[in-house]
């Protein structure tokens, strides 16, 4: 996949995203390939996804990988956080949890803040509960790339 563009004055440039390496394990967090399918599904439009407020107590994270969270990290997190701005976490639902898997600093910031909720993109189904509140569905749109010069 390649992001393109077509404005000549445009100074971006595409890059091959299979060229990214993404690394799983040791450092990083291990590979969630049940993510990996929902994610793949909902890009192609084939399952909807929702944003949602949801109790932090519902939010399980894939594995018990604990990141070395920077200090520029915390620092950015917390102006969103307190802007009403928080990054959001991908999940999905299985066995009345929400798994996440994607953003484990943003995940254990909410709980270093003792925030009570998360914000959340909800990818697929899920079963409704008084503990979420969700928005309107949507599809995802493809992740985009730019290389900064």
């Given at each position: 996949?390649?992001?393109?563009?077509?404005?000549?004055?445009?100074?971006?440039?595409?890059?091959?995203?299979?060229?990214?390496?993404?690394?799983?394990?040791?450092?990083?967090?291990?590979?969630?390939?049940?993510?990996?399918?929902?994610?793949?599904?909902?890009?192609?439009?084939?399952?909807?996804?929702?944003?949602?407020?949801?109790?932090?107590?519902?939010?399980?994270?894939?594995?018990?990988?604990?990141?070395?969270?920077?200090?520029?990290?915390?620092?950015?997190?917390?102006?969103?956080?307190?802007?009403?701005?928080?990054?959001?976490l991908f999940v999905y639902q299985k066995d009345n949890k929400f798994i996440m898997s994607d953003?484990?600093?943003?995940?254990?910031?909410?709980?270093?803040?003792?925030?009570?909720?998360?914000?959340?993109?909800?990818?697929?189904?899920?079963?409704?509960?008084?503990?979420?509140?969700?928005?309107?569905?949507?599809?995802?749109?493809?992740?985009?790339?730019?290389?900064?010069?």
């Amino acid at each position: 996949m390649t992001s393109d563009t077509t404005d000549p004055n445009d100074k971006r440039s595409s890059i091959n995203i299979d060229d990214i390496n993404i690394q799983f394990g040791g450092q990083h967090p291990p590979k969630d390939e049940e993510l990996m399918s929902i994610l793949k599904d909902a890009y192609q439009a084939k399952i909807k996804c929702r944003r949602a407020v949801v109790k932090l107590d519902l939010i399980q994270p894939f594995s018990d990988f604990k990141p070395e969270i920077s200090s520029k990290f915390r620092a950015d997190f917390l102006k969103g956080y307190l802007n009403l701005k928080p990054p959001e976490l991908f999940v999905y639902q299985k066995d009345n949890k929400f798994i996440m898997s994607d953003d484990y600093s943003s995940y254990y910031m909410y709980k270093e803040v003792q925030a009570e909720t998360a914000l959340c993109v909800i990818l697929g189904d899920f079963k409704k509960s008084s503990d979420i509140v969700t928005g309107p569905e949507f599809n995802l749109d493809p992740p985009t790339i730019e290389v900064a010069k």
